[in-house]
């Protein structure tokens, strides 16, 4: 396989590269997403909606940062945060995505950083050397990949709830056939009772999966004096007794602040292309649809929770971005270059870019069986609004 190096090395290593194959592959910084679901045993689909949530994957501009706990199943309905709160505190959430982070052995409480170092791009072993020497340039990695990787830490609680159109479609008929009665009754005749018999019918007929989804989002707290407490009083390589007991006693120390949340009833999904002999992709395909709406939206709104998307090819301008992450003719994004300041790794932008009309990839989950315009484009094209000499492995971030 043919590799062709976009970027050369930044820092420690690290690079923006691609495969020319069928499938472009970049590398770049993502933030992290755990995915929660509050499923409601006592409502219809309870089970199945619990089943195709489980099959939902992480969003490709993430990294996967899930717990074994999925799904969590409650008979209150969420007014507010409070319940989230609560779950989250008594089940210790944050400290457990620290825990992830740094594949710390719960019997041992031995850590390393692997995955910090996966995630950050870095070359390992130069990494390890830093570090091992306690060096400013090892601290400035660890500072950089906790600032960027660690703190960009998100927790996504869905609140879904289904909503029986069938049932609604019933009383909607009956109100129409007493409506109909009652006009006969008052006129003398017979005609508004056919009228409303058969306006009734046609809305008892009327059926269809549709769901409200309710998404909280929460960010790990990874500031100064959380990051100083965990290596100094918890981070240990090798099993220690004391270090271990320590970080188990002050799992209450980490926390995840509440950023804000997004409602969706996915009232728009079409189900062309949904095989309606198997109900289990209709509740996906409605779930899924009013989920990615739901993120797409706390992407535009909350600065901390935005993406970035490398652009894979400047003739033309195209990025592995679309419908599904919200963009439409009037989105614009801001493109930036990878520049290193004081050992750590930022980002500084050298122009603006807006999506060509009749050029957006619909990437959303079975825009393809549906036959939606735009389904059928590998990437989504833009045109330059400002700047000059963009390429390939730069990054591009919505502007709000």
């Known amino acids: 396989m043919k590799k062709i190096v976009l ?65 969590v199943s409650m008979s209150t309905k969420l007014k507010d945060t409070e319940v989230v709160n609560d779950f989250i505190e008594k089940n210790q959430i944050a400290s457990r995505l620290v825990s992830r982070w740094f594949n710390r052995d719960p019997f041992t409480g031995v850590c390393d950083v692997e995955l910090v170092k996966k995630r950050g791009l870095y070359d390992a072993n130069e990494f390890d050397r830093e570090l091992a020497a306690r060096s400013k340039r090892g601290v400035a990695m660890l500072e950089d990949a906790g ?63 549709k769901v409200n989804v309710n998404t909280h989002l929460f960010q790990l ?23 271990k007991i320590a970080f188990d006693e002050n799992r209450g120390k980490f926390r995840l602040k509440y950023i804000g949340s997004q409602k969706s009833s996915g009232k728009n999904v079409s189900f062309i292309g949904v095989n309606l002999d198997e109900p289990e992709q209709m509740i996906r395909k ?12 706390l992407q535009k709104n909350f600065e901390a929770f935005k993406v970035k998307t490398p652009l894979v090819s400047v003739e033309p301008l195209c990025a592995d971005i679309g419908m599904k992450e919200g963009i439409n003719e009037d989105s614009r994004f801001e493109v930036l270059e990878v520049v290193m300041k004081d050992n750590k790794i930022e980002y500084k932008k050298v122009g603006e ?48």
């Open 353 to 400: 870019i807006k999506p060509v009309p009749g050029m957006i990839r619909d990437n959303r989950y079975m825009a393809s069986e549906e036959g939606a315009a735009g389904s059928e484009l590998k990437y989504t094209t833009f045109k330059k609004i400002s700047g000059h000499d963009f390429y390939p492995g730069m990054l591009i971030r919505e502007l709000k």
């Open 221 to 243: 707290v990874w500031d100064e004096e959380t990051s100083m407490a965990f290596y100094t009083k918890y981070y240990t390589s090798t099993p220690d007794k004391a270090k």
């Open 7 to 71: 970027l050369a090395m930044l820092a420690w290593g690290s690079m923006v590269s691609y495969a020319q194959t069928d499938s472009l592959t970049m590398e770049y910084r993502r933030s992290s997403l755990y995915s929660l679901l509050i499923n409601h045993d006592d409502q219809k689909f309870a089970k199945e909606i619990s089943d195709v949530f489980l099959q939902i994957p992480t969003p490709d501009k993430y990294n996967n940062h899930n717990l074994s706990v999925r799904v």
């Open 147 to 209: 600032e960027e990787l660690i703190g960009n830490t998100f927790l996504v609680v869905n609140d879904i709830r289904y909503i029986d159109r069938e049932e609604t479609g019933k009383a909607i008929g009956m109100g129409l056939r007493a409506l109909g009665m009652l006009a006969d009754a008052y006129m003398g005749t017979d005609n508004f009772t056919d009228i409303g018999n058969s306006m009734g019918d046609m809305m008892e007929t009327l059926k269809g999966f």
């Open 286 to 297: 409605a779930c899924q649809r009013a989920i990615d709406e739901n993120i797409a939206s």
